[in-house]
């Protein structure tokens, strides 16, 4: 999947083209966006996909030069069942400067009522990808039980 800049005034840019991104005949593909809280100074802009084998939220640095740094691409977090539907994908750093992560239940309702895997929830995590040790399960869930998260707010 490409990845376009467009600027206030219409003008769009091709940045890189994201590997390794598939779609599902459905929702899945390139699903969510995020630009780092210290963009500004780090360039990373996170995302999240939908791969051959699952859902999974890679990094990679943004050049000024108008491009994308595809050397620098991380692989932050994988596993998160792929399905034709309800991958979510929503992606939204905190006022904790934390990652929160909509993930969908892939169809089966009850993986959003089993702790121990990411679909149905919003995951909470670091900025390189790891656990955040106040998550109140031990893992990458914030909150469960959720069907297709698409929409990520906080309230100021």
């Known amino acids: 999947q490409t990845v376009i800049e467009l600027s206030p005034s219409g003008v769009r840019t091709t940045l890189g083209k994201i590997p390794g991104v598939s779609g599902t005949n459905g929702e899945g593909g390139l699903l969510g966006l995020e630009l780092s809280p210290s963009f500004g100074s780090d360039h990373w802009v996170y995302i999240y996909h939908t791969s051959a084998s ?39 750093f905190g006022p904790d400067g934390k990652l929160y992560v ?21 995951l909470r995590l670091n900025q390189d990808g790891s656990i955040p040790a106040d998550n109140p399960f031990h893992n990458a869930v914030w909150s469960y039980g959720h069907r297709n998260v698409e929409g990520l707010a906080f309230d100021a």
Do not use: M, T, W
């Not at 050049?63 to 692989?75: A, E, H, I, T, Y």
């Not at 993986?111 to 679909?119: D, G, M, S």
């Open 102 to 122: 909509g993930v969908g239940d892939a169809e089966n309702g009850n993986n959003a009522q089993n702790k121990n895997v990411p679909n149905g929830k919003i």
């Open 54 to 92: 699952d859902n999974r939220i890679i990094r990679v640095r943004y050049n000024p030069n108008k491009s994308l740094d595809l050397g620098s691409l991380q692989v932050i977090f994988k596993g998160i069942q792929r399905n034709k539907f309800h991958n979510g994908g929503r992606l939204r």
